[in-house]
């Protein structure tokens, strides 16, 4: 008897979750169909990696690979993105490939967080960053189709349409508008801005700080308070042109270095993408994955 009620129980969840399983199969579906129209290949790339992945807040799982013969053992990872495998695709010779992966991130659990989620990743040999923009646009509006949502997509109360024309809005253009912050007049040196003038910005617009917040820890204050919310609301939007401070795998514009080529796209408030125009000078990244690598040693005693 215990058992036909667990089995009850069990249908009733999988009834309760059925149109979103149904709706994610029509998405990957649609994806898939846009991938092929547009000429890429689809990849499958190894999960368990050496690196997983330098962003320096990102915490992978770890494990250790025992060789089955001289009992030895190698540390390995879950990756945190397909991006390093990939990658090397591109290095051989691939040139237009993507990927909808299975990721995993540790010490992640909220309502828009989990350890283990999918993950769609793409790269373009030869195309500007903004060629990446047209793919979003593309690729929602097959998601709007393929999940059978005439009026777009809500989240939280929120809606926003993808048929409609995509806001584009740099970051310096949100700090003005959403948080009356000038904020590139608070960058004193591009590479390590320090936290001076930003601190009295958030001052003035009652954003609380602490005594060892950096800039970019007062950047964010301010962006997840005043201006996340903001972004992608009706429509969706672009913000792009980050501080080079913040180019993470992103190479510098050519007519204004002191900026990014590296964009996010946000839907109801909620960020979906980031995407970058990627640095290919070796000496430059390896010097942003050693300075990643320090910080990640100094905030959570941890490097790769």
Not at 1 to 8: F, I, R
Not at 40 to 62: D, I
Not at 273 to 281: H, S
């Amino acid at each position: 008897m215990e058992e036909c009620k667990g089995q009850s129980w069990l249908r009733e969840q999988f009834a309760h979750r059925l149109p979103y399983l149904e709706g994610r199969e029509r998405i990957i579906r649609a994806l898939r169909s846009v991938f092929a129209t547009e000429g890429f290949h689809e990849v499958q790339t190894p999960a368990l990696q050496v690196s997983p992945g330098l962003e320096p807040h990102l915490q992978a799982f770890r494990t250790e690979l025992v060789d089955p013969v001289g009992k030895t053992t190698l540390s390995c990872y879950l990756h945190t993105s397909p991006e390093f495998a990939m990658k090397k695709l591109l290095v051989a010779g691939m040139e237009k490939i993507y990927q909808i992966a299975p990721v995993y991130r540790n010490q992640e659990r909220s309502s828009t967080h989990h350890p283990e989620f999918t993950m769609l990743e793409w790269y373009r040999v030869g195309e500007s960053y903004t060629q990446l923009m047209e793919d979003c646009e593309l690729l929602l509006r097959a998601c709007k189709a393929a999940a059978l949502e005439p009026a777009g997509f809500t989240w939280q109360g929120v809606s926003a349409d993808p048929d409609l024309p995509f806001e584009r809005l740099t970051v310096q253009e949100a700090f003005l508008r959403y948080a009356e912050t000038d904020l590139l007049a608070t960058i004193d040196d591009p590479l390590k801005p320090s936290d001076n003038k930003l601190r009295q910005a958030c001052a003035r617009i009652g954003i609380s700080t602490a005594a060892d917040d950096s800039w970019e820890d007062l950047f964010f204050r301010i962006f997840l308070t005043k201006i996340e919310p903001k972004l992608g609301v009706g429509r969706p939007t672009f913000l792009y042109d980050y501080p080079i401070s913040m180019a993470a795998l992103s190479r510098p514009k050519a007519e204004a270095s002191h900026l990014a080529e590296r964009f996010e796209l946000y839907v109801c408030g909620l960020e979906l993408a980031n995407a970058f125009g990627e640095l290919t000078d070796a000496r430059t990244q390896r010097s942003r994955f050693e300075a990643d690598m320090a910080k990640k040693q100094k905030l959570y005693g941890e490097r790769y």
